[in-house]
Each structure stands twice: as C-alpha cells, then as structure tokens.
C-alpha cells in the first residue's frame, strides 16, 4: 500500500462546478496535510494546509480532513480553467513529507 | 517570500559525467530536500538534511550523494550519470517542524544522453 494514494485521473469538470480531489494516507501518526498545485512544467506550490479534522475554508478552496478514515480532500468551488493543473497531496512523515502521486485536473470552459 | 533557486532550469549531459545540481534557500530553514519526478511516478525523495553537513537517505538514494557545507545551500550530485537519471529534480526547503510546508524551487530538467 502507498502511503499516500490519489486517484490519477484525469478529473475533468465544467467550469463553474465543483472540483472534490481525494486523498487517502497509511500513518495514523500523521499530525499536517498539504495540497500543491503544480502547473505543467513548473514547481509544485503549497494552496493550503489542514492540521485538525474538520474543513478549513480559504477562498474558493476548502481543505477536509478525517483522521479517523485517514482521508483528506480538496474542494474547489467556481472551477475556472486556471485551476486546470495536478494537485499533490501530501503528509507529513517522521521526519520528511510524503506525497501521492497527484491528481491532474481539467476544468473545461 | 521565502525564495528557492536552482542553479539550472535544463542541463544536457552524457552518461559517465559526473552532475552537480545546486539549490540555494534565502530563509534560514533547517531542512531541505531534493526530488526527482517522473510522470506517473509523483515525487520520490532522493536525499534530505535537517542541519548543515547532516545528510539522511531518502527513497531512491543510489546513484546520488548530496553535501550541506552552509545552510543555505544543498548541492546533489550524480557520481556517474546513467540515462535512467533522466528527470525532473526538484529541491525544497522547510522548517524543523512536521507542521511546516516546503517550498520548491523551479527545478532542473535533466537529460542524460
């Protein structure tokens, strides 16, 4: 079992819609969690970060977290087709971070 | 903002050269990490530091070494490269706590003929 899993996709999503990214994660010692946006041919850049359960709200992005399913997702309201990008999910381990292996998203206009 | 450089965007060598790939952070963090990333593979993590000349091995250390003189800077280096070295390698720095995020630098395209 990876330590952190992703669905590949690609998801591909109207513009205007919702986009849910899933991430699922093996060590129940993980304490913070992270989404990355990487755009084509560029670096991986940090959109938000969750530490508690429950859902953390920032702009049209809402991080979820449940520790006890080891799951944690992305929500992003009013896709426009700037969000087309993969977005990495990742976890914090003993002493470095793990991440999966991302989720490429498309949002059609 | 916390700022990540690399020394190249794209490198072009032949097998059996010796690669030196350079990654300089301008933050004072402890931990920095470098990557490679191939498609459908994500992000592997080849060598990371938590302080200077501290090293630990990461995922897929074979046929890399890294050094950490200062802080600041943390250097990879493929002995001998082979073609199946051929990637993406990124660097990134963090903070000493699990709770902090690393930050990427550009990356270096690498091709090895």
């Known amino acids: 079992q990876k330590e952190v899993e992703q669905n590949s996709g690609p998801l591909s999503v109207p513009e205007g819609a919702i986009a849910s990214l899933n991430c699922t994660y093996s060590?129940?010692?993980?304490?913070?969690f992270f989404w990355y946006r990487q755009y084509s041919g560029k670096s991986p850049e940090l959109i938000m970060f969750?530490?508690?359960?429950g859902d953390k709200e920032d702009g049209r992005f809402t991080a979820q977290l449940n520790k006890a399913s080891q799951y944690v997702s992305l929500l992003i309201r009013d896709s426009q087709p700037s969000d087309s990008a993969t977005y990495l999910c990742?976890?914090?381990?003993?002493?470095?971070?793990?991440f999966g292996a991302g989720t490429r998203l498309t949002v059609k206009p | 903002d916390v700022k990540v450089t690399q020394s190249s965007r794209y490198l072009v060598k032949r097998t059996g050269e010796k690669v030196f790939l350079e990654c300089v952070q301008d933050?004072?963090?402890?931990?920095m990490f470098w990557y490679r990333q191939d498609p459908g593979l994500g992000l592997r993590l080849i060598y990371f530091?938590?302080?200077?000349?501290?090293?630990e091995k990461g995922d897929i250390p074979e046929g890399y070494s890294v050094s950490r003189e200062k802080k600041e800077r943390f250097s990879l280096i493929l002995e001998s490269a082979s073609t199946n070295q051929t990637s993406m390698y990124l660097c990134a720095s963090s903070m000493t706590s699990a709770y902090n995020e690393q930050f990427f630098g550009p990356g270096t395209r690498l091709t090895v003929l």
């Open positions: 060590d129940r010692g993980s304490q913070s």
């Open positions: 990742a976890v914090n381990g003993k002493a470095d971070m793990r």
């Open positions: 969750i530490y508690s359960n």
């Open positions: 933050m004072d963090h402890e931990n």
């Open positions: 530091s938590y302080d200077v000349k501290m090293k």
